[in-house]
């Protein structure tokens, strides 16, 4: 009944979107009949994330490489993509900021050359490009790449662009009420707060959108700074984005929302939480490979520069650290239904670091094949955490409203937090199973043992407790069938040990920039949790062999 009343309710809020976009199709009928504007761009934001010179010189040549497709063509618009995530990265033009780092003729003539290109394409079929957030990357694109491609540019061009970026604006303007609720919305509102302070006379653009741009970052910001999809990657990409757009408005003597201030200051200090012990962040709730270089440059603007809070209330997260050693735990309810789409079946589940090395993570999510992987990636059996019955703990919908949100999973999670020990329980599998999950984690002050415990509660039902291994862990069988070794690249070594017996088993580390890759995972089953309600486990650094630091006795020499 509840997954009914969530269902309709998605469909309720759906039917109201797409009526108010009905509302604005006379604007947009206007703007496609009527003639255009050519306004002014007055100001260019500036861009915080890195550039690569060798890419502007691959695509000057005609080279264009997204995610892990290449495809030559002088005229890229009119190939068969190679798949749909080329198609996409393609239309948002960002790679225009690398011809922009590069600053040279050759680089303007080129950008040149692509943006007449794709707008003598757009009439054409172009579904990739006509994505809400692929627009709106798009028009940040040009905008920021308008420097370079309106300098020494002839007027002919300086019109097609300028009017090119007018109707875009117009047209995702007009989009906007039928964009949903969560990231989407927020790129696409950023997008039309950078149109209407870089471009002249959009007064009136400016106003409204940043008033619901403040409304938005108001709701999906936590107070802890967590991002309410409880997505850790998204709050790295606004900094990036709300930085540079915070300082567009004193240059327009215009004053920022309150709530852009606000929630920058709110998220930085929750990019270190996430962060383990190789900088990379954790892969829960949709999190695919850390972009190193986006994080460190968020950094740079962290004025605190403090350490990392240790717990993340309204987010649902903790963080166990110790000597070198770091735990994340996800110790938190699914999101909002309207804000679950990227929500995996996850609670409890944790990722462990020591040092730098990582020894236990979740799947995460694939740079590319992202539909490929999507449903498998979201599953329980995909993280660290004990799944019951070989089900998932979260029912995700497949109706035409509710495709890929949360409909059903767990309630509110309790948990107990003393020092570096953290009990939670969850009851996402008793409205299915009857029963409750708890689990206990302890990490020892030196960093050097982290002992848990899971427990089941309730109907007598078979779990499997999973222990997903980072592909560069090696793990080494023993004769003991209740342990397992534990090789990591540093060179140190681990012993995991638990009270039944255990298993090595292949998994996928998804969440690798390279793509897909294979890795081990620990594996304990149970097959009645009436006959063992609970599994006793840890991890156990093993001590190296200490060096001699005297030299050994010279032996005697036997004599005559």
């Known amino acids: ?112 050359r692509l943006v007449l290109t794709w707008i003598a394409a757009e009439g054409r079929q172009h579904p990739a490009g006509r994505a809400d957030t692929v627009a709106a990357e798009r028009i940040r694109a040009f905008i920021g790449a308008s420097g370079l491609l309106l300098t020494d540019a002839d007027q002919a061009f300086y019109r097609r662009f300028s009017r090119s970026l007018w109707r875009q604006v117009r047209d995702l303007e007009a989009r906007l009420p039928r964009v949903p609720p969560g990231k989407d919305r927020l790129a696409v509102l950023i997008a039309l707060v950078t149109a209407a302070l870089c471009m002249s006379g959009e007064e009136k653009l400016l106003a409204r959108a940043s008033r619901l741009l403040g409304e938005e970052l108001q709701t999906q910001i936590l107070p802890d700074g967590c991002h309410v999809s409880r997505h850790p990657g998204i709050i790295v990409g606004l900094i990036l984005d709300l930085l540079p757009l915070r300082q567009l408005f004193p240059a327009r003597n215009a004053t920022p929302p309150a709530a852009i201030v606000t929630a920058v200051d709110r998220m930085m200090p929750m990019i270190r939480f996430f962060q383990l012990g190789d900088g990379t962040l954790a892969r829960f709730n949709g999190m695919g490979p850390t972009a190193i270089d986006q994080v460190a440059t968020a950094l740079v603007y962290d004025d605190t520069r403090g350490t990392a809070p240790l717990s993340a209330g309204h987010g649902g997260y903790e963080r166990l650290e110790a000597g070198p050693a770091i735990v994340l735990v996800d110790a938190g309810a699914p999101p909002p239904a309207r804000y679950s789409g990227e929500a995996h079946a996850g609670c409890l589940s944790f990722e462990f670091s020591a040092g730098r090395d990582l020894i236990v993570v979740n799947c995460g999510v694939p740079p590319i094949l992202k539909a490929t992987w999507r449903m498998d990636a979201r599953k329980t059996a995909a993280h660290s955490t004990v799944s019951v019955a070989n089900r998932s703990m979260l029912r995700i919908g497949s109706g035409i409203w509710s495709e890929g949100l949360v409909l059903s999973g767990p309630g509110p999670v309790t948990r107990e937090r003393r020092g570096q020990t953290l009990t939670a329980r969850h009851d ?70 638990a009270n039944q017996p255990v298993a090595i088993e292949e998994s996928v580390a998804l969440a690798q920039a390279e793509g897909p890759r294979r890795a081990q995972q620990i594996v304990v089953a149970v097959a009645s949790s009436a006959a063992v309600p609970a599994v006793a486990w840890a991890f156990q650094k093993l001590e190296r062999p200490h060096k001699r630091t005297e ?10």
Do not use: C, K, N
Not at 44 to 53: A, F, G, I, K, S
Not at 59 to 80: K, Q, S, W, Y
Not at 454 to 461: F, K, L, T, V
Not at 551 to 558: C, I, N, Q, T
């Open 1 to 112: 009944m509840r997954e009914r009343r969530i269902a309709v309710g998605l469909g309720f809020a759906a039917g109201r979107r797409a009526a108010a976009s009905l509302l604005t199709w006379p604007g947009r009928l206007r703007v496609s009949l009527g003639a255009s504007r050519a306004p002014a761009v007055i100001l260019v934001p500036q861009d915080l994330r890195t550039t690569d010179p060798v890419r502007a010189d691959e695509l000057a040549a005609g080279i264009f490489t997204f995610a892990g497709r290449t495809v030559e063509a002088a005229d890229p618009f009119g190939v068969t993509p190679p798949s749909e995530d080329w198609a996409e990265s393609l239309a948002t033009f960002s790679w225009l900021r690398h011809l922009r780092a590069a600053g040279t003729p050759e680089a303007a003539e080129a950008g040149r």
């Open 428 to 497: 996402g599998y008793r409205g299915r199973l009857g029963v409750i999950h708890a689990r206990r984690l302890d990490l020892a002050a030196t960093g050097d043992r982290l002992a848990g415990e899971d427990r089941i509660e309730g109907a007598d039902q078979p779990y499997v407790l999973r222990f997903h291994l980072h592909p560069a862990v090696e793990v080494i069988p023993t004769e003991h069938p209740q342990a397992a070794l534990l090789r990591l690249p540093g060179g140190d070594g681990w012993r995991f040990v």
């Open 551 to 560: 030299p050994l006795p010279e032996p005697e020499l036997p004599l005559g």
